[in-house]
């Protein structure tokens, strides 16, 4: 997500989300408290962090063409 669209960092973020623990009502909209790992280009993972994520910010990856199916 594009650095407006969360607090506590800088540059933009893709998190895996790991716990979720408030939403907030703000003037600008939803804003939900989260616990996550950050996700660097290089494909390494970071340390578990905290961030306050705008709700119209969060951007989901594309599903597999065969995710939810059973072999």
Do not use: F, K
């Not at 669209?5 to 998190?15: A, F, I, Q």
């Amino acid at each position: 997500m594009d650095e407006q669209n969360y607090c506590y960092g800088v540059g933009s973020l893709t998190l895996r989300v790991t716990a979720i623990h408030r939403v907030w009502q703000h003037d600008d909209g939803l804003w939900v408290e989260v616990d996550g790992i950050p996700l660097w280009r290089n494909g390494y993972e970071g340390m578990e962090r905290y961030a306050l994520i705008r709700v119209g910010g969060i951007r989901r990856p594309p599903c597999p063409a065969n995710a939810g199916t059973t072999p």
